[in-house]
């Protein structure tokens, strides 16, 4: 498989294209490293973490997963996909009271 690490001189728009090509194609390594590296650039972008977060999730990683999805949901609290998300990696971690927490918080009732 691909490892190819993206170069510093992308703009951060193009790594995050870059990092969901490489997820379509099943590279979760490089996307991860792609949307790090977006995410280093753009701090403030809730969607690069949330990018990141998933494809974490997808590797097994859920320590890193739920960092960054936290991350998301701290910088746009109504991105209700993250808040999914983050809900689900909490469940897959054994966190089921906060898992259900975050559920509540995003589903209706």
Do not use: C, H, K
């Not at 792609?34 to 972008?45: I, K, S, V």
């Not at 969607?47 to 990683?61: D, H, N, S, T």
């Not at 746009?76 to 999914?84: E, I, T």
């Amino acid at each position: 498989m691909n490892t190819w690490a993206p170069r510093r001189g992308l703009s951060v728009r193009t790594l995050a294209r870059l990092g969901d090509l490489q997820q379509q194609a099943g590279n979760y390594a490089a996307a991860i490293a792609t949307y790090q590296l977006a995410a280093e650039r753009a701090p403030r972008e809730p969607e690069l973490q949330l990018r990141a977060g998933i494809v974490l999730a997808w590797e097994g990683r859920r320590t890193e997963s739920l960092a960054a999805l936290r991350t998301a949901v701290a910088l746009n609290p109504d991105r209700r996909l993250a808040q999914l998300y983050l809900a689900r990696v909490l469940m897959w971690d054994g966190q089921f009271a906060e898992a259900v927490n975050e559920y509540r918080r995003v589903l209706p009732p």
